[in-house]
């Protein structure tokens, strides 16, 4: 069955430091989402991606987000200069023809920042 | 601004129960919604979506219904088995989804 893959899985890394979290949407989807959730918090929204620009942003993505579909399977959320609290599970989703169709996560990566 | 809360926070329920997990949210104005669970420490398994156009959606042992005018979401389980043990959220889908605040279920052998 198909599935949205995410890497890596955990990632610690230093205040201040730049990480890139990667996903591989379902291959004939069209519609490319992430999500963060802090520890013991609601899921929240940050973004969503369609034909290469972004449809919509949260107030949560600020200057320091952006993300990028580099080839035709990878789509990646750069976090530029992280921040105590950009410690979260950060989920890739995908759906097929936008909020209309079943949404898919993948299993998320834990950042944690030091 | 789309709020959405579900009811009540955590369960424990013995096996064999049948269960109703319960999602309400403020704004009518809704596409679709849809059922994840949520395993500790895990992403989001997607169980059910139902679309405006649909007042109810059966999978397996799972029933989810919705009536957009009250602003609820039903989620119907049956005969609760250890396994379902999980979280379980209901996202209400406008432009993206806007999650609840998730029923933890246990379900004790």
């Known amino acids: 069955e198909p599935e949205v893959t995410q890497t890596p899985s955990h990632q610690v890394t230093q205040m201040g430091q730049e990480v890139i979290l990667r996903c591989v949407p379902i291959?004939?989807?069209?519609?490319f989402y992430w999500y963060r959730q802090i520890l013991g918090q609601k899921v929240e929204f940050l973004v969503s991606?369609?034909?290469?620009?972004?449809?919509?942003k949260s107030e949560i993505f600020d200057d320091q987000f952006s993300v990028e579909r580099p080839d035709g399977s990878n789509f990646t959320l750069k976090i530029r200069s992280t921040k105590l609290e950009d410690s979260a599970m950060y989920f890739c989703a995908s759906s097929a023809w936008g909020t209309d169709t079943e949404a898919f996560f993948g299993q998320g990566t834990r950042l944690t920042v030091v | 601004k789309q709020e959405v809360t579900q009811i009540p926070a955590a369960l424990s329920v013995p096996e064999g129960e049948n269960l109703v997990l319960n999602c309400s949210f403020t704004?009518?104005?809704?596409?679709?919604l849809q059922w994840f669970r949520q395993d500790p420490g895990k992403g989001l398994t997607s169980l059910l979506l139902?679309?405006?156009?649909?007042r109810e959606q059966t999978s397996g042992r799972l029933n989810a219904s919705l009536d957009k005018s009250s602003g609820r979401s039903t989620l119907y389980i049956a005969a609760s088995q250890p396994g379902d043990s999980a979280t379980y959220l209901c996202?209400?889908?406008?432009?993206?989804?806007?999650f609840g605040t998730g029923t933890r279920l246990q379900v004790f052998p």
């Open positions: 991606f369609y034909n290469n620009e972004i449809s919509e």
């Open positions: 704004d009518s104005a809704i596409y679709n």
């Open positions: 139902i679309q405006s156009s649909q």
């Open positions: 291959s004939n989807h069209l519609y």
């Open positions: 996202a209400v889908i406008t432009d993206k989804l806007i």
